[in-house]
């Protein structure tokens, strides 16, 4: 399906067509099937959509708003002139309507700040269902006062970018630790470099370190004695401290010692399925017993534990998702986390073609939400992807009282970030610009390794450029 339009903003054009047409792509000149185009007169912008001979327009006046502003509206309904038209042709409806954006949750806040009701703009402006829009308002009351951002307070996240194996589905820049062991070592030394210097870094510009999130990769692919070395450089009690121990086939005893010994308060523990046959399709080098096991063993020394599920797996029935999420409420875990499977570029399901043109993934999704409230959990963040199936989304649920406090900082956008090792974003938030600057690090290793000062340096001066 060929796009064109004369819009500054192609990408978000197309990311709509996309909804409905998956290989839409956007073309400089003729021949196209799709049109968009953007009129203006004066304050007053005119976005006129065309295919098959049908047209749809939508209306916008800027005036006595400020440019940032002013973008995001003629984006929003740029992108509902082509949503609404192809609506029409196609008699097809959308889950999320015409939002293709990661955070529908801060859409909405953004929205009630402009003095709008943002449950109608979502179900009669912008196509969201009411199932959809009911659940981003119970995530709002879930988090509360849990999004008012606190100044000069930020989250720091450390990245290890190891895995014991790839998963078919997985995109990230992480790689297979045997592959890559020469480089381990050298890694825990900058890492620690990093760690110490950042520490310090807001220490002295008067920023608290809040909550702590080892990410990855899988933390745990690491020894203990290394997870050991790396944690010596906290010298502080986090209120949270989160470490990925995503794989049960990387945990042990000695790793939950060194994690207890630092005062870590929570790790993950994920599935991904309760299913042996769909855990070896996906590449995940465990058994289904030893997710029993490594969680029992977590309990014993009284982390609390976040899982992970997936809706839409190779080989995995509507009825076999749903006794990995009894299997995941049986075991009363404090978080878990329902993905609905994103295919992206990278990935070795991408490269297979694989499809779940045969599974019913929204039921999938409705049938978990649906138990896990029954079971008293409660959504407490969402986040949506590029490529999803069904375009759905991505939603955590905690026991009351027991929310991953990371999880709504990162997720929200509502938490300066500083960022240490492979693949992290440091993040400075102004919330009264309702703006975001980032400093990333390379997202593979050597380059890391070569060049961390650099990336330290850059992470400071996004901090400090804010005093200037």
């Known amino acids: 399906m060929k796009v064109y339009t004369n819009f500054n903003y192609p990408t978000e054009i197309c990311d709509v067509v996309k909804l409905f047409f998956a290989d839409a792509t956007i073309v400089e000149q003729p021949p196209f099937d799709i049109k968009v185009t953007e009129h203006v007169e004066g304050t007053l912008h005119t976005f006129i959509a065309t295919f098959f001979a049908k047209v749809e327009m939508q209306y916008v006046d800027v005036a006595n708003i400020d440019d940032l502003q002013a973008t995001r509206l003629k984006k929003r309904f740029a992108k509902l002139a082509i949503y609404n038209l192809l609506q029409k042709v196609?008699?097809?409806s959308m889950p999320w309507g015409s939002l293709t954006g990661i955070r529908p949750t801060k859409l909405a806040c953004q929205l009630q700040s402009e003095g709008l009701d943002w449950q109608t703009q979502f179900t009669d402006?912008?196509?969201?269902?009411?199932?959809k829009t009911k659940l981003v308002k119970t995530i709002l009351d879930t988090q509360g006062e849990l999004r008012n951002k606190k100044e000069n307070v930020a989250d720091m996240y450390i990245g290890i970018p190891f895995c014991v194996s790839r998963c078919s589905y997985c995109s990230f820049t992480s790689g297979e630790i045997e592959r890559l062991k020469q480089y381990v070592e050298p890694y825990v030394a900058v890492l620690k470099q990093d760690i110490t210097q950042t520490i310090q870094f807001a220490k002295d510009n008067g920023i608290t370190i809040k909550?702590?999130?080892?990410?990855?990769?899988?933390?745990?692919?690491?020894?203990?004695?290394q997870l050991d070395e790396i944690m010596d450089c906290i010298h502080f009690s986090p209120v949270e401290y989160t470490v990925e121990a995503?794989?049960?086939?990387?945990?042990?005893?000695?790793?939950?010692?060194?994690?207890?010994?630092?005062?870590?308060?929570?790790?993950?523990?994920?599935?991904?399925?309760f299913n042996q046959s769909v855990l070896d399709i996906i590449g995940r080098k465990h058994t289904v017993q030893d997710i029993y096991d490594k969680y029992n063993l977590a309990k014993k020394y009284g982390f609390d534990v976040n899982m992970d599920l997936i809706a839409g797996l190779p080989n995995e029935s509507y009825e076999m998702f749903c006794h990995?999420?009894?299997?995941?409420?049986?075991?009363?875990?404090?978080?878990?986390?329902?993905?609905?499977?994103?295919?992206k570029h990278g990935a070795a399901l991408k490269l297979q073609n694989y499809s779940s043109a045969d599974k019913d993934v929204s039921s999938m999704v409705e049938y978990a939400q649906s138990a896990l409230h029954n079971a008293g959990y409660l959504p407490y963040y969402m986040y949506r992807q590029k490529y999803m199936m069904e375009n759905l989304e991505n939603v955590g649920f905690c026991k009351p009282g027991k929310p991953c406090l990371y999880n709504i900082g990162i997720m929200e956008e509502i938490s300066d970030i500083l960022a240490c090792g492979t693949n992290g974003i440091s993040k400075k938030l102004f919330s009264d610009q309702n703006r975001?600057?980032?400093?990333?690090?390379?997202?593979?290793?050597?380059?890391y390794i070569q060049r961390t000062q650099d990336y330290i340096d850059k992470k400071f001066q996004l901090f400090l450029s804010v005093k200037e």
Do not use: M
Request: no cysteine.
């Open 246 to 273: 995503g794989r049960p086939d990387t945990i042990d005893e000695d790793k939950l010692k060194v994690l207890k010994k630092h005062g870590v308060h929570r790790i993950s523990i994920n599935p991904q399925t």
């Open 90 to 92: 196609t008699h097809k």
């Open 125 to 131: 402006i912008l196509g969201v269902s009411e199932q």
């Open 211 to 225: 909550n702590v999130y080892f990410g990855g990769g899988t933390p745990t692919s690491l020894s203990a004695s």
């Open 324 to 343: 990995s999420i009894d299997s995941a409420i049986a075991l009363q875990p404090e978080n878990i986390t329902v993905h609905t499977l994103a295919l």
């Open 436 to 447: 975001i600057e980032r400093a990333a690090n390379a997202k593979d290793v050597i380059t």
